[in-house]
């Protein structure tokens, strides 16, 4: 299982050590509401149920789940994944809200679809995110991620269905949309 790395995060395998990070971060609701299966409220035995599932996972070739934590120090911050379903990969992310809105999510959704297209060889991996949730469905925008329809989903933290808008970005919208966010940096910092 390789350890990804970006320019401010390193992505690598969730581990025990995690769990009470894990537990303090996702078991705020205003995280655990954005997920489809995470229960709320939630401490260090679901952390630590949820650590060595991903294990049992990846060992499978069903799901490849990562931390993610900030290269400078190294502290926890959230993870993401790829989780295989009916033949197609599920890409998921969550963060701890005291590293919301720096970006740190697209940086690491980025780099999770580059490794579903170039390691995993997938064609197309597909998300969704609540209607309420409009941070999330930015993300996916910025990746490339085209609208795929509505259906309602179970929220377990909130206890009933929840309309989602779901997404899936392809291998070539993908490829298409890098060029054109680092063309972007290039205008806004022209001495580049
Ligand atoms: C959704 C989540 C992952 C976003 O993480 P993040 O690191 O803050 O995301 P980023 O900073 O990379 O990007 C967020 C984008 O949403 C935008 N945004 C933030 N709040 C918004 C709002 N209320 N309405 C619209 N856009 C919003 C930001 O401006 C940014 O877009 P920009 O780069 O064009 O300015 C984080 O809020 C989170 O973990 N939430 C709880 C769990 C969750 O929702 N997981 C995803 C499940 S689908």
Redesign the pocket.
Known sequence: MPRLETERLLLRPPEYSDVPAIAALIGDY??AK??SSVPHPYGEDDARTFVSRTAEARAKGEGYCFAILRKDDLVFM?CCGLHLKDGRYEL????GKP?????????AARKLASFAFHDLKAEGVW????HD????G??LE?LGARPDGEVPRASLARGQDVPCHMVTLTREDFGRKKPFDKLRVKEVIPSC
């Open positions: 205003d995280v954005n997920l959230g998921g992310y969550w963060l590293f919301w809105n720096r970006g740190y999510a697209t940086e998300a969704g995110w609540f949730n409009p941070a999330s930015r993300v910025k």
